[in-house]
């Protein structure tokens, strides 16, 4: 189920995003308004309100789908946030988590006890 609603709302995005650049803009963009193209179909008027009535709808239905994708993975066993994985490992091997849920910072170098004085 989560499948078909993941491929569904890939189509809605896609077509969301294809209406909104078909939409004139104030410099004139993409817009099919112009009557140079669609020859006597719809007027500007027309297809402006077509194209945003449409751009509402696509609208809709994604924010339904996210909605429903996003309560239908909250019950599930899997990870539910990109901060809740596991933190990277040091190069020896897995970092200690801090109480946090950070890894823990390396220890400090060892100090010598005297400065090295260099002797000739």
């Known amino acids: 189920m989560t499948t078909v609603l993941l491929v569904l709302h890939f189509f809605v995005a896609a077509a969301l995003i294809g209406v ?3 939409q004139r ?3 004139g963009g993409l817009g099919i308004g112009s009557s140079q193209g669609m020859g006597n179909f719809m007027s500007g008027r027309g297809t402006a309100n077509l194209l945003t009535r449409a751009t509402a709808v ?3 239905i994604f924010f339904a789908l ?3 994708l996003g309560l ?3 019950g599930t066993g899997r990870q539910r946030s990109i901060f809740d994985s596991a933190a990277p490992s040091a190069p ?3 970092a200690p988590a801090a109480p946090g849920g950070l890894p823990a910072l390396p220890a400090a170098p060892a100090t010598p ?3 090295a004085v260099p002797t000739n």
């Open 113 to 115: 006890a005297a400065p």
């Open 92 to 94: 020896g091997g897995t």
């Open 25 to 27: 803009s104030e410099g």
């Open 72 to 74: 239908m993975n909250q």
């Open 58 to 60: 696509l609208a809709t």
């Open 66 to 68: 996210a909605l429903a």
């Open 20 to 22: 909104v650049l078909l």
